[in-house]
Structures are given as C-alpha cells and as structure tokens.
C-alpha cells in the first residue's frame, strides 16, 4: 500500500470514528438534555400528582448515570473494551425506553427511564467522546465538538418529533419509537468503532488506580460538578417557564426546547474551532462567565422575543461548556494512556451536579422566590465557577502545566499565547 492510501485510510477511520461519536453523542445526552418535554408531560398527565422536583429527579438520575458511569467505562475505555461497552450500553438504552412505554407509576418511570437508560448511556458516553482524541494528532479539538454536536442535534429532534408523535400515536408508542431508532442508530456506530492502537498497546500495561488521586485532576473535576448544577436547569424548566410565566402553548414551549439545542450546535462547532487555535480552557472560561451573566438575566424575561434571545445566547454557550470539557482534559493531562480515566473521573463529578441541581431549581420554584431564586442561585454559582477556572488558566508561574502527573503538585496552565499554542500543539498528539 503506497504511502498516500495509508494517509487516506487513517483519514477515513478517524473521521468514521467522528461519525460514530457523533451517534452515540445524539442517542444520549441528546435524549438527556430533551427530558424537558418528559417533563412537561409527565406534569400534565401520568405523574400530575407529583411535584416538579420530584419529577425532575427522574431526568437528573438519568444524567446522574451518564456522567458517574464514566468512573468504570472510562478505565474499561482504555483496556479495549470498547466494543463490550457499547454493546451493553445499547442494549439497557433500548430495554429502558421499551419499559418507559409501559410505565404508568412513578417508582417504574423513575427505574425505567431514570435507572436503565442511564446506566446504557453511561457505559457509552465516555467513551465514545474519548476515541476522537485517540484518532486525532490534528484538529482534535474541532473533531470533539464536532462528534458532540450530536447531542445538540438530538436535543432538537427528540422534542420536535416528541410533540408530533405524541399527537398522533401516544406517549407509549412514542417511547417505542425512540427505542428503534436508538437501537438503529447506535447499532451502527457499535459497528464502525474499534480500540485505537493506542489502547491495544497501554492495555497490557496495569492500570494505575493513583490517577484518580491527582489534586489538579480532582480540582478541575469540582469545577465540573458546579457547572452541572446549573448547567441543564433552563433545559428542564424552559418549556414551565413559557406556559407558566409567558402564557406561550405547550407546542411552543417544546420548540422553545429544540431552539435552544440547535443554538447550542452552532456554539460546538464555532467555540471548538476558536479553541483550536489557543487553550481550549481558556474559550471554556469564557463560555461560563457568559453563562453567568445569561443566568443573572434570566427572571427578566417576559415576552417571546425575549425568551428567544435567552435560548439563543445561552444554548450557544452551554455548546461550548459541554463540548469543551474533553479537550480541555486533554490538554491539561496530556498523558494519553489514561485518558478515559481521567475523563471519565471528571464525568464522575459532573454526575452528581447534574443529579442535585434540578431538583434543587424545582424546589427553590416552588418558594416565593419562584425563577428570581433560580437565577441568583445559577449566577452566583457559575460566577464563583469562573474565578475557580481562574487557577486553571491566569495562574502562578506562567509555565506550561503539561505535565504534572498523579504526584504532581498542582500546577498551571500558560499564560501566554504563544506558549499556549505550543502546549496546545503537542497535547494533541
């Protein structure tokens, strides 16, 4: 084989691997942040009896165990069982959302869609964002945002086709149909993924459970924690807040829902691009202080017009906050034998902000203080985010903070440009 087709072979692999991720991205955080209109239904109709927070724990429980997984699929990612895990993961997504359709009590819905499908998408998730990075020596961080534009791509088709098919078919058979077609769709991307050589390489190494020790590590994984608290707040109360504050229909609210994801993909694709240019922490830093200042803002709004504003700039910027974490690990931990493991530890945080931070929104609603409690709450959370991130990217010394293994002290990323670029170059590889 000549030396130009090796090239083009390489080049089709990592970017089916990008189609791949991309699938897995949109069978599963695509349904997670579209839990919205399960929500809104659930209020309504089977759980009316229930309160909004508690409803809610069914979605943040399901996001809980997409994030918290990654703790065993990550290090499972970087032994080679990826194949193992996708599998698995495929089969409790399409088993859960089949008992979802038969579910009619609150302690089944919460098993169901809560419990099993969780736990599917959490075997897959990690590690379909993590085989980008193994595929990519270029452009690793625009192929991540662009695999993750996936879940924004499903958080604008779950609603829409939510509110068609419930319509005309029923919840259940709604629920079916989801379940076919994520079965369809991550069957294929269980298909064309395979362990990079990497992993067949560090996998015959012993896995290093001191990792997760790694205070830079833990750090940077609180800082993941507080911005899943916020993070999926306006995805699960937006289409309330159209039908209770503004008076909108239902079917508005719902694509309200799917606006604000498809502005969350233009936010992927543009902040990963700009980032792959310069420290991909640096463009994350300043996707959470816009987040800020939209979640200060967010009780003001009382007209359509304004509420579309909301969900355009702030769905633009949750795309960078989401779709830059794995980059910005990567980044900051260079070592690529562990990857999964650390992403999958700051995944582990992520998992229990996203679990408390819903159901904390739903009760501060059912206060007096109503969504003035929920901004000030957001705000003061992601603003206290952004002075933390800080030690990640102004810090002591100056120096490139590429190495700093599991012994390491904590050290810091550039503050320079240029050396930034140059750490951003090799971290890549």
Known sequence: MSRKEQVLNQDWLAWSHVFASFLTCLCTLGLSNSFGVFQTYYEH??????????????????????????????????RGYIKSLMYVGTFLSVVGLLATS???QYSWTFLSFGVIVGLGCGAIYVPGLAIVQDYFTEHAVFATGLSSSGSSIGGIIYPVLFRRLLGSTGFAWTCRIFALMNGVLLLAACLIMKPHKRIEESAEK???????????LLLFGSCGLFMD?????PFYFIPTFALRELNLSSEVADFL???????????????????????????????ILASCVLLFCWFTVQSLAGIVTFIVFYGFFVGGLISLVPPSVHSTFPESDVFGARLGLVEGFQGVGFLIGPPIAGAILE???????????LGTIYFALFMVVGVFTWGRGG???????????????????????????????
Do not use: C
């Open 206 to 216: 012993p896995f290093n459970w001191r990792t997760f020790f790694d205070s830079k």
């Open 257 to 287: 829902l799917a606006a604000m994801n498809g502005s969350s993909l233009l936010g992927r694709l543009s902040l990963n691009l700009i980032a792959g240019y310069t420290m991909p922490v640096w463009v994350w830093q300043f996707s």
């Open 399 to 429: 120096t490139s903070s590429s190495r700093g293994g599991p012994d390491g002290d904590l050290e810091l990323l550039v503050v320079s440009p240029s050396a930034g670029a140059r750490s951003e170059a090799t971290s890549r590889g």
């Open 367 to 377: 206060t007096e203080a109503k969504y003035l409690g929920v901004s000030l709450f």
């Open 229 to 233: 608290i916020g993070i999926d707040v």
């Open 45 to 78: 109709n089977i759980l009316n009896s229930h309160s909004a927070s508690s409803i809610s724990w069914i979605g943040t429980t399901q996001g809980f165990l997409l994030s918290v997984v990654a703790l065993i699929s990550g290090p499972l990612y970087d």
């Open 102 to 104: 038969f579910a009619d």
